[in-house]
Antibody, heavy 121, light 113 residues
Framework: EVQLLESGGDLVQPGGSLRLSCVASGFTFSSYAMSWVRQAPGKGLEWVSA????????YYADSVKGRFTISRDNSRNTLYLQMNSLRVEDTAVYSC??????????????WGQGTLVTVSS | DIVMTQSPDSLAVSLGERATINCKSS????????????FAWYQQKPGQPPKLLIYWASTRESGVPDRFSGSGSGTDFTLTISSLQAEDVAVYYC?????????FGQGTRLEIK
């Protein structure tokens, strides 16, 4: 059974930093692209970032480019999102999502439950 | 960026009746080299993460009931639920994965009439 377990969400002040983690199990992690998707309270889905199966290619939404960094450790079956210069508008539940394929994206077939990031003074 | 626009924003349908949700993309998501539409539909129930229903615009994900079907090509797509069940109450999202950034529609809330 595929499982994705996120952690690292917290309350942080504007301008602060957080590192989110997503531990994967139940599939060959190193074979699949992964993404982070966020959902602000009561709002819709917003894709944040994606990384190829090898980690060699990364992609970002314009809203986070230059502030967030996606990475992965295939030996630890773990996906990361380093979030710097956080803004109030980054407040959301952040979920990791497994892609159906290995390169860019062909749809997200499994999602984690998410971790809440709250940016507030 | 490719903008995805769903209609309607909300929909109430009687049990056993057909439900139809539309999604329009601001540019074609049909990739000419493989003739595939880089397009998906998701279902999100309260308190749960989204669930993939349809990919490549019309391919049903494993385990998804056959009352769910996807159609369309290029810029216009439709999700049809042929006979609405109580468990289908959810918010439905369309998504394009043709180009970065990946973008979602704003969501359509489906309720029972």
């Amino acid at each position: 059974e595929v499982q994705l377990l996120e952690s690292g969400g917290d309350l942080v002040q504007p301008g602060g930093s957080l590192r989110l983690s997503c531990v994967a199990s139940g599939f060959t992690f190193s074979s699949y692209a992964m993404s982070w998707v966020r959902q602000a309270p009561g709002k819709g889905l917003e894709w944040v970032s994606a990384i190829s199966s090898s980690g060699g290619s990364t992609y970002y939404a314009d809203s986070v480019k230059g502030r967030f960094t996606i990475s992965r450790d295939n030996s630890r079956n773990t996906l990361y999102l380093q979030m710097n210069s956080l803004r109030v508008e980054d407040t959301a539940v952040y979920s990791c999502a497994k892609d159906r394929g290995g390169s860019y994206s062909t749809g997200f077939d499994h999602w984690g439950q998410g971790t809440l990031v709250t940016v507030s003074s | 960026d490719i903008v995805m626009t769903q209609s309607p924003d909300s929909l109430a349908v009687s049990l056993g009746e057909r439900a139809t949700i539309n999604c329009k993309s601001s540019q074609s998501v049909l990739y000419s080299s493989d003739n595939k539409n880089y397009f998906a539909w998701y279902q999100q129930k309260p308190g749960q993460p989204p669930k993939l229903l349809i990919y490549w615009a019309s391919t049903r994900e494993s385990g998804v009931p056959d009352r769910f079907s996807g159609s369309g090509s290029g810029t216009d797509f439709t999700l049809t639920i042929s006979s609405l069940q109580a468990e289908d109450v959810a918010v439905y999202y369309c998504q394009q994965y043709y180009s970065s950034p990946i973008t979602f529609g704003q969501g359509t809330r489906l309720e029972i009439k």
